[in-house]
């Protein structure tokens, strides 16, 4: 077993908007440093991922995606990967949060894994700033016998 104590030094760089924001929280929540927040952040972030992996069978889902409408080319690519899984895709509707910032919310049915895949696609998208899928099981189980 690894032990957080083992610690290895990463650089990164992040547009000054978003760190101020990170900033902000931290201080909110009472972090004795960035790296303290940053460790948290990833932390949940593994978690999600791995809560993410589980997503199987026939499940009917949304996802929420919150996006730069300004960002050359993602409208087109957005549009694209929703008429590439249009059997899975029941609808969408948009909306505008600001001048810059648009939400998308997406209704799904089909696989789980499949639904996993389009959420994962469109959060890979550079100028998608968020991405949420949420699932949950249908069908009968008690035809699981």
Not at 6 to 12: V, Y
Not at 61 to 89: A, K, N
Request: hydrophobic content about 35%.
């Amino acid at each position: 077993m690894q032990h957080d104590s083992e610690l290895s030094r990463i650089g990164i760089s992040l547009p000054k908007n978003l760190l101020d924001k990170f900033d902000a929280i931290i201080g909110a929540r009472g972090y004795s440093s960035r790296s303290e927040g940053i460790r948290d952040a990833i932390r949940s972030y593994i978690t999600y991922y791995q809560w993410m992996s589980d997503v199987k069978g026939e499940r009917q889902g949304v996802i929420t995606m919150v996006y730069d409408h300004d960002q050359r080319g993602l409208l087109q690519t957005i549009t694209d990967i929703q008429h590439e899984y249009i059997q899975t895709i029941q609808a969408s509707m948009h909306a505008h949060l600001s001048h810059d910032q648009c939400l998308e919310v997406i209704l799904l049915r089909g696989d789980g894994a499949e639904l996993k895949k389009i959420a994962e696609r469109l959060m890979s998208q550079k100028g998608v700033e968020s991405v949420k899928l949420t699932t949950i099981p249908i069908g009968d189980e008690e035809k699981e016998d």
